[in-house]
């Protein structure tokens, strides 16, 4: 009874300590001028995906999305982004696909970013034996095969699937983080309060989840979010070679559909311009928001 009471108010305490942590962090990223214009772009795409089905009567997966003449130019009173080969509206399109590229960036990066945490604490921890010498030839292999080809391959291999991308992109983008959190391990695991854990007779799990993942999750946490970017982009590189999947709608399909028809050629624009600027804003704003955060959790940025 007596430890039951000692746990609930430690857990209360342990709250108390992260929603004050997270009161702070919040305080000094508002200063960030960039951030907040990275934050205020994310938010907008992350409503219009949440409410697409509200503000769009036409859903462009289903078979009967049929909506208007093929390449009817951009009208107000219209098709106010015009429409595609199809004759469905581009604009349904883009807030559509606003859900697929933001499932895949957040999903994909969640993947990628534990597994490389995971790497990157045990290597660092046993810095040295023969394990992380064995957990760092296997990231130099990733490290050393290009990507892209790579994820080509995976997805090609495996069936044309929403799911299976965000798999590839998880799988092959870990190396750059768990070196990134090895680095910060080995510098962490010198600390006098870590020898005095180990001397105090803490276990290896013990100090690795208490002591050393405190101290690198800030860091695996604004690689996270420099990482949705890239993940996005990722997405959209497979759906424009045809490797996503072949019936939900993402910005990179509405890419690979634009250079199929050969849209742009014939004067179309506005059948690329919208997602290719979707994407290069989208991904701006987690650039700017990892700009942000890496400046407000790296002592040296901010003492700048």
């Known amino acids: ?18 929603i004050r942590s997270m009161v702070d962090l919040w305080n000094l990223y508002k200063k960030e001028r960039q951030g907040m214009v990275g934050l205020i772009i994310f938010l907008y795409f992350a409503l219009i995906a949440i409410f697409a089905p509200y503000i769009t009567d036409v859903d462009p997966s289903s078979t009967y999305a049929f909506m208007g003449p093929i390449f009817a130019a ?9 429409t595609d080969n199809n004759g469905i509206p581009i604009l349904s399109q883009l807030l559509w696909g606003a859900r697929v590229s933001i499932l895949v960036g957040f999903t994909a990066t969640v993947m990628f970013i534990g597994i490389g945490t995971l790497i990157g604490l045990i290597s660092g921890f046993f810095g040295g034996t023969t394990i992380d010498d064995v957990l760092m030839r296997l990231t130099d292999v990733f490290l050393v095969l290009p990507s892209l080809p790579l994820m080509i391959t995976l997805a090609y291999i495996l069936r044309p699937s929403i799911w299976n991308v965000i798999l590839v992109i998880g799988l092959i983008g870990w190396p750059g983080t768990a070196r990134l959190i090895r680095s910060q391990v080995l510098t962490v695991k010198e600390r006098a309060y870590v020898d005095a854990a180990r001397a105090a007779g803490a276990s290896d ?27 996005i982009l990722s ?14 709608p993402s910005w990179g399909k509405m890419l690979q559909l634009a250079n199929v028809t050969t849209a742009l050629s014939q004067g179309f624009w506005w059948v690329l311009l919208p997602p290719g600027a979707a994407l290069t804003v989208v991904v701006l704003s987690f650039l700017y928001m990892g700009n942000a955060f890496d400046k407000i959790l790296n002592p040296r940025l901010r003492a700048r």
């Open 235 to 248: 997405e959209a590189a497979l759906s424009w070679l045809g490797l996503s999947d072949p019936v939900m």
């Open 1 to 18: 009874m007596e430890k039951d009471v000692i746990y609930e108010v430690t857990f209360k305490k342990r709250i108390k300590r992260f």
């Open 74 to 82: 951009p009208d107000f009173f219209g098709f106010q982004l015009g």
């Open 205 to 231: 799990s013990y100090i690795i989840i208490k002591h050393i993942l405190p101290n690198v999750a800030p860091l695996a946490f604004a690689n996270a979010v420099l990482g949705v970017g890239s993940s």
